[in-house]
T-cell receptor
Framework: GENVEQHPSTLSVQEGDSAVIKCTYSDSASNYFPWYKQELGKRPQLIIDIRSNVGEKKDQRIAVTLNKTAKHFSLHITETQPEDSAVYFCAASNNQGGKLIFGQGTELSVKP | DTGVSQDPRHKITKRGQNVTFRCDPISEHNRLYWYRQTLGQGPEFLTYFQNEAQLEKSRLLSDRFSAERPKGSFSTLEIQRTEQGDSAMYLC???????????FGPGTRLLVL
């Protein structure tokens, strides 16, 4: 069935360092891969997304890469700041309705 | 406020009671999704609507759960005969058909005692 695996489950970095979160997906029909940031008690907020016809996308300090052959995609955050501390979720969907299948989440802690 | 809204934000109920939650999507969005999130996990898909039609329902969803979107605008999610295992955050999201981006509401946190 459809499944998204996300690693690591927790990640602690020093302010200014980079953080990388990795996801793999099982459904080869998946063609849309968003990343959400969720702060404690708040709604998930989209931070970046990528579609299957693109291998990499960047938005300021955040970038996402996609390897369709290997069925994995990654989130890269550079020059991390304490306000980047949150839980990050990857997700995947296909064109059949657009439901999102989420990973288990990564709790990122950026220490000042 | 033009974002997705949900009501109530919190609900405490006793086991066996029925509960109903409401979601108001972004006004021009014709797709509406319900997800459930338990502590330390990612949101889990429950069901979705395009306009008033319920197009998909998770196979894992108990038949105690029912959702409606009668006029293609707001949606309700009802849980009958609640169980302690139903305790979770219930999230609603909306999108435009043909556009993948889903915008989430603040969620309804349910606690079943």
């Amino acid at each position: 069935g459809e499944n998204v695996e996300q690693h690591p489950s927790t990640l602690s970095v020093q302010e200014g360092d980079s953080a990388v979160i990795k996801c793999t997906y099982s459904d080869s029909a998946s063609n849309y891969f968003p990343w959400y940031k969720q702060e404690l008690g708040k709604r998930p907020q989209l931070i970046i997304d990528i579609r299957s016809n693109v291998g990499e996308k960047k938005d300021q300090r955040i970038a996402v890469t996609l390897n369709k052959t290997a069925k994995h995609f990654s989130l890269h955050i550079t020059e991390t700041q304490p306000e980047d501390s949150a839980v990050y979720f990857c997700a995947a969907s296909n064109n059949q309705g657009g439901k999102l299948i989420f990973g288990q989440g990564t709790e990122l802690s950026v220490k000042p | 406020d033009t974002g997705v809204s949900q009501d109530p934000r919190h609900k405490i109920t006793k086991r066996g009671q029925n509960v109903t939650f409401r979601c108001d999507p972004i006004s021009e969005h014709n797709r509406l999704y319900w997800y459930r999130q338990t502590l330390g996990q990612g949101p889990e898909f429950l069901t979705y609507f395009q306009n008033e039609a319920q197009l998909e329902k998770s196979r894992l969803l108990s038949d105690r759960f029912s959702a409606e979107r009668p006029k293609g605008s707001f949606s309700t999610l009802e849980i009958q005969r609640t169980e302690q295992g139903d305790s979770a955050m219930y999230l609603c999201a909306s999108s435009l058909a043909g556009r993948e981006t889903q915008y989430f509401g603040p969620g309804t946190r349910l606690l079943v005692l």
